[in-house]
């Protein structure tokens, strides 16, 4: 138990450690609030997946970012605690997942943060498929953002799977079983797939090979962490091990039809992170568009011996770039 409370109450009376579930756009949602001083920069994170709910690694993940800012970790439509909490209209759920149903959703949240904290405009972070809500929320939303940060920045779904195919590709020439399976998904994806089980299948396939081949240097997934985290009951352990893609029907639709590169423009600093081994969101293709970006300050920074995730792969590394670029850039 002391464990346990160690985690969960770390805090003294200067920081920070709220977890509520409030209506947000007409559904209860689970927004989670940690920092070591109350005084802090919020930062909202908007995790991966769809599904890929942060809440219950905050303590493994973002244990020293919380000593720099106050991180706010939100479970998205049918994530996790969100999921549990409306499962009775998961199905309906399901169906919504629109630009405009979570530039609502991220509007509501930060209505919410505003009964919480006093604060005139919030660092916003999206990681994977999080930075594709992310980036466009920052887009259009210039009075509610300081800063934008894009770990894993989603440009365009097909584009990044058949860049990342070539890629491995050519990492994989010594294996022609290999490229021959590489060869295979990137024929399937030419004829636009959908989330199927099928699909599924295929793009296991390929995760595996990018993890042979590419992404060597990655840390393992805390999954021991995950099964004992405090922040979780076991439903909910559950729920984060079994995600369905069927609970994601109109979220997926919007990852892979969606194109960043459509608005380029941004009213506050941005800046981008990524993994030199990430080939599930490559970053040769945000290189691409870099210099079409309009911002008042932005930065792109590429680390080295880190994959998709690579706040978990390089830990400091990644909190040295996103502090100094704060401080920065001001």
């Not at 805090?11 to 977890?19: A, F, T, V």
């Not at 423009?265 to 990430?278: A, C, K, N």
Request: charged share 20%; aromatic share 10%; hydrophobic share 40%.
């Amino acid at each position: 138990m002391s464990r346990k409370n160690d985690i969960l109450n770390c805090y003294s009376e200067k920081g920070i450690c709220l977890c509520n579930t409030v209506e947000i756009n007409g559904i209860r949602q689970y927004i989670q609030i940690r920092g070591a001083k109350r005084n802090s920069p919020l930062m909202l994170f908007l995790h991966g997946g769809p599904g890929g709910s942060m809440a219950g690694l905050c303590h493994i993940m973002q244990s020293e970012w919380e000593k720099a800012f106050t991180i706010v970790n939100w479970d998205q439509r049918n994530t996790c605690k969100t999921y549990l909490a409306n499962k009775k209209n998961a199905a309906v759920i399901a169906r919504s997942g629109s630009i405009a149903d979570y530039m609502a959703d991220i509007d509501d949240v930060i209505d919410y943060l505003h009964t919480v904290y006093d604060f005139e405009k919030i660092i916003l972070a999206g990681f994977s498929w999080g930075s594709l809500i992310g980036a466009e929320y920052a887009k259009t939303h210039g009075e509610r953002v300081s800063h934008y940060i894009g770990i894993g920045q989603h440009i365009h779904y097909f584009d990044g799977l058949r860049y990342s195919c070539e890629w491995l590709k050519e990492t994989a020439k010594g294996s022609a079983s290999d490229i021959e399976k590489i060869q295979r998904f990137l024929d399937s994806i030419s004829q636009s797939p959908v989330m199927n089980a099928a699909f599924l299948r295929s793009l296991k396939v390929f995760s595996m090979l990018g993890a042979k081949y590419i992404a060597k240097d990655g840390r393992t997934f805390p999954l021991k962490a995950l099964l004992t985290s405090p922040f979780l009951n076991l439903s909910e352990k559950m729920s984060m091990l079994r995600s369905d893609p069927k609970l994601f029907t109109g979220t997926c639709h919007t990852l892979m039809t969606h194109d960043f590169r459509n608005d380029l423009h941004f009213d506050m600093p941005v800046i981008f992170v990524s993994g030199d081994e990430d080939f599930i969101c490559p970053n040769k293709l945000l290189e691409r568009c870099f210099d079409e970006i309009s911002a008042p300050v932005k930065k792109i920074v590429v680390i080295p011996k880190a994959t998709h995730l690579c706040f978990y792969d390089q830990p400091a590394a990644f909190l040295k770039e996103i502090v100094g670029f704060i401080n920065k850039a001001q």
